[in-house]
């Protein structure tokens, strides 16, 4: 993890970047689909939560994406997709660009993020088991892959149903 990353959020010009590394990282062109719908969602999209992580050259080879969500309720973030192109995967992209995704929306007076991912990446954020705080899906997913996280110690977790943006079909 030697290389040094520089953060930012996405400009117009990263876009189609943004694309091709999410084309990369993935199997199918779902998630890059994901993310252009949630671009175009104002329900869903907050300006300067599509974060990259750019190489020294400026190039960006790493993408995360908060969105708009409700627990319950209670705003709070969806982390989805994160994606690193292939040849710069487990070098600190992708942690780079989480890192900065939630130092954003700290920023931001943002609370609360989930993220239904691997449960052995995502807890060196501060993630833990969502069910530990009343979170659930209206769908099945293993327990320990829905994590939640509070962005200040002023703000639990509020316990509920996560209603994602309608971009992700749950």
């Known amino acids: 993890m030697g290389n040094t990353w520089i953060t930012r959020a996405e400009t117009?010009?990263?876009?189609p970047a943004?694309?091709?590394?999410?084309?990369?990282?993935?199997?199918?062109p779902a998630e890059a689909d994901l993310v252009d719908t949630l671009r175009a969602d104002p329900a869903a999209w907050i300006e300067g939560l599509s974060l990259v992580a750019a190489d020294?050259?400026?190039r960006p080879v790493g993408h995360a994406l908060l969105t708009r969500c409700h627990i319950g309720t209670t705003p709070a973030l969806c982390l989805a997709p994160c994606a690193v192109r292939p040849g710069q995967q487990r070098t600190g992209a992708g942690t780079a660009?989480?890192?900065?995704?939630?130092?954003?929306?700290?920023?931001l007076?943002?609370?609360?993020?989930?993220?239904?991912?691997h449960p052995d990446y995502y807890p060196r954020f501060g993630f833990t088991r969502a069910s530990a705080h009343g979170i659930g899906l209206t769908i099945d997913v293993p327990d320990d892959?829905?994590?939640?996280?509070?962005?200040?110690?002023?703000?639990?977790?509020?316990?509920?149903?996560?209603?994602?943006?309608?971009?992700?079909?749950?």
């Open 109 to 117: 007076g943002e609370h609360h993020v989930v993220v239904l991912g």
């Open 56 to 58: 020294g050259t400026g």
């Open 18 to 28: 943004i694309r091709d590394i999410n084309l990369a990282a993935f199997p199918t």
């Open 97 to 107: 660009a989480i890192s900065a995704a939630l130092a954003a929306a700290r920023t």
């Open 12 to 15: 117009s010009a990263d876009i």
């Open 145 to 170: 892959a829905l994590m939640a996280l509070s962005l200040d110690a002023g703000h639990p977790l509020p316990s509920g149903t996560v209603h994602y943006a309608a971009a992700f079909g749950i």
